[in-house]
């Protein structure tokens, strides 16, 4: 007779079969108190890994940039925002003040590009 091991609970085969054909569980529940020490970390670790990857959004990358040029890039950024959080805040910060600085230099010639836009525009949509 083969035995299944999960965990600290064995079952046999014939109490599988038994439940199968009767259509209830026989299987023990599982015991979430069990955690050991490396189950804590390395979900801890899966979790800030995942946030951390999901929250950093780096510049729009060159089209002559390939997937793993991107990657890597991204993959950078990110052990970046876990080893020195405050970098990124500073990055964003100056990111933030050169978006300022553009609107302000540009400040008086929105409406020409807006015109500029609609022209071209309709003249691609009407050919």
């Given at each position: 007779?083969?035995?299944?091991?999960?965990?600290?609970?064995t079952?046999s085969?014939?109490?599988?079969?038994?439940?199968?054909?009767?259509g209830?569980?026989?299987?023990?529940?599982p015991?979430?108190?069990?955690?050991?020490?490396?189950?804590?970390?390395?979900?801890?670790?899966?979790?800030?890994f995942a946030?951390?990857?999901?929250?950093?959004?780096?510049?729009?990358?060159?089209?002559?940039?390939?997937?793993?040029?991107?990657?890597?890039?991204?993959?950078?950024l990110?052990?970046?925002?876990?080893?020195?959080?405050?970098?990124?805040?500073?990055?964003?910060?100056?990111?933030?003040i050169g978006?300022?600085?553009?609107?302000k230099?540009?400040?008086g010639?929105?409406?020409?590009?807006?015109?500029?836009?609609?022209?071209?525009?309709n003249?691609?949509?009407?050919?």
């Amino acid at each position: 007779m083969l035995d299944h091991d999960w965990g600290n609970t064995t079952i046999s085969n014939q109490s599988y079969l038994d439940a199968t054909l009767t259509g209830r569980a026989t299987l023990p529940a599982p015991k979430f108190d069990e955690r050991t020490l490396w189950n804590i970390v390395t979900g801890c670790l899966a979790t800030v890994f995942a946030c951390t990857w999901v929250s950093v959004h780096p510049n729009m990358p060159s089209p002559n940039d390939g997937r793993i040029r991107i990657f890597m890039a991204r993959l950078e950024l990110m052990i970046w925002a876990l080893v020195v959080p405050e970098m990124i805040i500073f990055w964003a910060l100056r990111q933030w003040i050169g978006a300022r600085r553009l609107a302000k230099l540009f400040e008086g010639t929105a409406m020409i590009f807006t015109l500029i836009n609609r022209i071209l525009r309709n003249s691609t949509c009407s050919s």
